[in-house]
């Protein structure tokens, strides 16, 4: 059976507009789906029934969409040509916002985690880039070593004249002590 074109009226058959209104809307919604998926979209769908049932699709936060759009709405494009301080805080939310998840992103990876959709070329990427930071790492730990060598050396240096510097005033403090001690012993033979 064949697809046959038919006219854009109104159905008058109550369960005939029935069926195609519940076809229709699903296909309408699957449409909606694909476009936030494949473009990156928000995307917020209301439909009302002839009965007045409501039916909605929301790609992300149904009040965010609402409220994103009455930002546009044209009250405020007519008070301004330029974008509204409102609407820029807004794009730099959203572009911050997808800057940390992308980056959030980049944390896990490094970090060995939600590797499985990256391919080979991506793969050796990240591992050149570790690569990279671990002989930068190196190189920064062997410096802190050096430093600490040098502290070391410096007061080892310190230890030491301050050790010589002992011995001589101690040298010094026993010779006096002898000859101090000769003096007293002249001194005893010698009244």
Not at 64 to 72: A, F, H, K, P
Not at 164 to 190: C, I, K, N, V
Request: hydrophobic letters at 35%.
């Amino acid at each position: 059976m064949t697809r046959r074109k038919i006219a854009i009226e109104k159905i008058e058959n109550v369960a005939a507009r029935q069926v195609a209104f519940s076809k229709r809307r699903k296909g309408l919604f699957k449409k909606a789906m694909e476009l936030s998926t494949l473009c990156d979209a928000e995307i917020a769908l209301f439909v009302f029934s002839a009965s007045g049932k409501l039916f909605d699709y929301s790609s992300t936060s149904m009040r965010q969409v609402i409220e994103r759009r009455n930002l546009y709405s044209d009250v405020n494009l007519a008070k301004s040509c330029q974008p509204s301080q409102e609407l820029q805080v807004e794009g730099e939310y959203f572009k911050l916002n997808k800057e940390l998840r992308d980056k959030t992103l980049e944390v896990r990876r490094l970090n060995g985690e939600e590797l499985q959709d990256l391919s080979l070329k991506d793969l050796r990427k990240l591992e050149d880039l570790l690569s990279r930071s671990l002989h930068r790492i190196s190189k920064a730990k062997v410096e802190v070593f050096e430093q600490e060598i040098n502290i070391l050396q410096k007061k080892e240096i310190k230890s030491m004249e301050e050790n010589e510097r002992l011995d001589q005033a101690q040298w010094f403090e026993h010779e006096q002590g002898q000859a101090l001690d000769t003096s007293l012993t002249m001194r005893l033979l010698f009244p």
